[in-house]
């Protein structure tokens, strides 16, 4: 393995917050560190620096000049972390967790204090904003999201209110404020929303679904009143991550988790013109935030997903990296996309793993992440080597 040192500067940001896309940040200069360099298969320390010019995922997914791939995994605050377990003895709850701000934040920076992940994820749930549009819900332990009276009619979408984030969510926006001060910038704060259709899966469907018989029946005998769901929805998660940008959300990741479940011909007509209308309708007021799209299961779809206008698709373990980057194309970066379960292998079969993924992304415009996130029982230590050996990549 070949080394080398070299002297790197280091800025950092003396300005307030600033919401993305409307203001820069100036910067002052402080003094250089050594820079530790190695092969793609050396993992190295990287120097301590009280904060960057502007964090490497925002500049890998706008095409910079980076020396590594940023680095963030899906559920990288979770129940594989042995801080998360206590805070879930103390407080069972998952709505009282996700909708608490104290705890939102503590969550959320439970992953960056241990590991100093690239992006910093919102602790949150994509069904978060169904109680502030009418839709009653739980998370319930061992069972998952219970919607309690699910959409069937014309009429039970009437009842569905528009999405008010400032009078709903409030402490999403705090908690995404006070990450924005807490991370300094070292990382990116990241936000996330549900894609409509998957959103609209959830309410219709009751819960989570197999086989998806009751969003299909509604979408092929009742178009009308799907479409008029989705609508609502495309319009509430536009507000929602405006809102999420304004409060301190660097990039935001959208989830279409159940799209893939529609044939390419369902999800142009269901699924690709209400993801176009958010990321529109985003771009006109936030257009250099970065937008995510991600969607397990989505080889089939992949040309379609790019195809939303988003900035990043983030692929699953299915796909084939290098396949990926051909299908996408040179204008979208892409992010993913090691096996979760490879995190239960050896150190040396992770490290073949991460290597091997991000010599098929290539250079640039690749955020390092996992195909889904991280299963619950993974080894807390595993997690950690897969973030010394990333953070040790140097192209």
């Known amino acids: 393995?070949?080394?080398?040192?070299?002297?790197?500067?280091?800025?950092?940001?003396?300005?307030?917050?600033?919401s993305p896309g409307k203001s820069g940040f100036p910067l002052s200069s402080i003094?250089?560190?050594?820079?530790?360099?190695?092969?793609?298969?050396?993992?190295?320390?990287?120097?301590?620096?009280?904060?960057?010019?502007?964090?490497?995922?925002?500049?890998?997914?706008?095409?910079?000049?980076?020396?590594?791939?940023?680095?963030?995994?899906?559920?990288?605050?979770?129940?594989?972390?042995?801080s998360y377990q206590i805070i879930c003895e103390k407080y069972p709850s998952f709505r009282e967790r996700s909708e608490n701000v104290?705890?939102?934040?503590?969550?959320?920076?439970?992953?960056?204090?241990?590991?100093?992940?690239?992006?910093?994820?919102?602790?949150?749930?994509?069904?978060?904003?169904l109680s502030g549009m009418n839709i009653p819900f739980d998370i319930v332990k061992g069972k998952g999201p219970v919607i309690f009276n699910p959409l069937q009619t014309a009429s039970d979408?009437?009842?569905?209110?528009?999405?008010?984030p400032e009078e709903s969510v409030s402490y999403v926006g705090e908690a995404l404020t006070i990450l924005r001060k807490e991370v300094d910038n070292k990382a990116a704060v990241l936000g996330f929303v549900g894609a409509p259709f998957t959103l609209a899966s959830y309410v219709v469907e009751g819960g989570?679904?197999?086989?998806?018989?009751?969003?299909?029946r509604l979408a092929f005998s009742q178009p009308k009143v799907l479409h008029a769901l989705l609508q609502k929805f495309t319009s509430s998660m536009a507000k929602y991550i405006q809102y999420q940008a304004?409060?301190?959300?660097?990039?935001?990741?959208?989830?279409d988790s159940w799209a893939t479940e529609l044939s390419p011909v369902d999800f142009e007509e269901f699924s690709l013109p209400y993801l176009n209308q958010i990321v529109n309708a985003v771009k006109q007021t936030h257009p250099d935030l970065p937008l995510i799209l991600y969607a397990s299961g989505s080889g089939g779809l992949l040309e379609r997903l790019g195809r939303t206008g988003v900035d990043v698709v983030s692929l699953d373990w299915t796909v084939d990296m290098a396949e990926g980057r051909r299908r996408l194309g040179p204008n979208v970066?892409?992010?993913?996309?090691?096996?979760?379960?490879?995190?239960?292998g050896s150190k040396d079969f992770i490290t073949s793993r991460i290597n091997d993924?991000?010599?098929?992304?290539?250079?640039?415009?690749?955020?390092?992440?996992?195909?889904?996130?991280?299963?619950?029982?993974?080894?807390?230590?595993?997690?950690?080597?897969?973030?010394?050996?990333?953070?040790?990549?140097?192209?």
């Open 246 to 255: 304004d409060n301190g959300a660097q990039a935001v990741q959208i989830f």
């Open 102 to 129: 104290d705890l939102v934040v503590e969550i959320s920076l439970q992953p960056w204090k241990v590991f100093k992940p690239d992006g910093v994820i919102l602790f949150s749930d994509i069904l978060t904003p």
């Open 157 to 164: 979408v009437d009842q569905v209110k528009e999405f008010v």
């Open 357 to 395: 993924t991000v010599r098929k992304a290539g250079r640039g415009k690749h955020i390092l992440n996992l195909g889904h996130g991280i299963v619950v029982g993974t080894p807390e230590e595993n997690v950690a080597h897969f973030f010394e050996v990333a953070k040790g990549i140097r192209y």
């Open 1 to 18: 393995m070949y080394c080398s040192h070299s002297l790197s500067s280091i800025s950092s940001v003396s300005s307030p917050f600033a």
């Open 333 to 344: 970066a892409v992010q993913g996309n090691v096996d979760p379960g490879v995190l239960f």
């Open 31 to 82: 003094s250089k560190a050594p820079v530790v360099r190695c092969s793609l298969q050396g993992a190295v320390a990287e120097p301590n620096a009280t904060s960057v010019a502007e964090p490497l995922l925002l500049t890998a997914v706008r095409g910079g000049d980076v020396e590594r791939p940023p680095v963030w995994l899906m559920r990288q605050a979770g129940r594989y972390m042995k």
């Open 208 to 216: 989570s679904s197999k086989h998806f018989s009751k969003i299909k």
